[in-house]
């Protein structure tokens, strides 16, 4: 069973860090391109950065670009999202995602459940 686990959520305080883990089984995840999103309560899932299966190339949304920055361990088939200077507006759900680095929801086959970040003012 192919599977992608989210972890590293929380509740924290604007300007305050967090760094979400997605560990992947089932597959070797690391021939993939891998992807995070994330949905706001009544919102859309928006693209938030993605990273290609060797790691030298990612991508972020323009509303992340120099706040969060994305990594992977290939070896331990685990996908990472650090996320400084962390606002209000990060608050969502977010969700790993693989094998695209495009900024589509239906470019990807493989989804984890989800891990909430919340952040307070």
């Known amino acids: 069973q192919v599977r992608l686990v989210e972890s590293g959520g929380g509740l924290v305080q604007a300007g305050d860090s967090l760094r979400l883990s997605c560990v992947g089984s089932g597959r070797t995840f690391g021939n993939d391109a891998m992807g995070w999103f994330r949905q706001g309560a009544g919102k859309e899932r928006d693209f938030v950065a993605g990273i290609n299966w060797s790691g030298d190339s990612t991508y972020y949304a323009d509303s992340v670009k120099g706040r969060f920055t994305i990594s992977r361990d290939n070896a331990k088939n685990t996908v990472y999202l650090q996320m400084n200077s962390l606002k209000p507006e990060d608050t969502a759900v977010y969700y790993c995602?693989?094998?695209?680095?495009?900024?589509?929801?239906?470019?990807?086959?493989?989804w984890g459940q989800g891990t909430q970040v919340t952040v307070s003012a």
């Open positions: 995602a693989a094998d695209s680095v495009r900024p589509s929801v239906n470019a990807y086959t493989y």
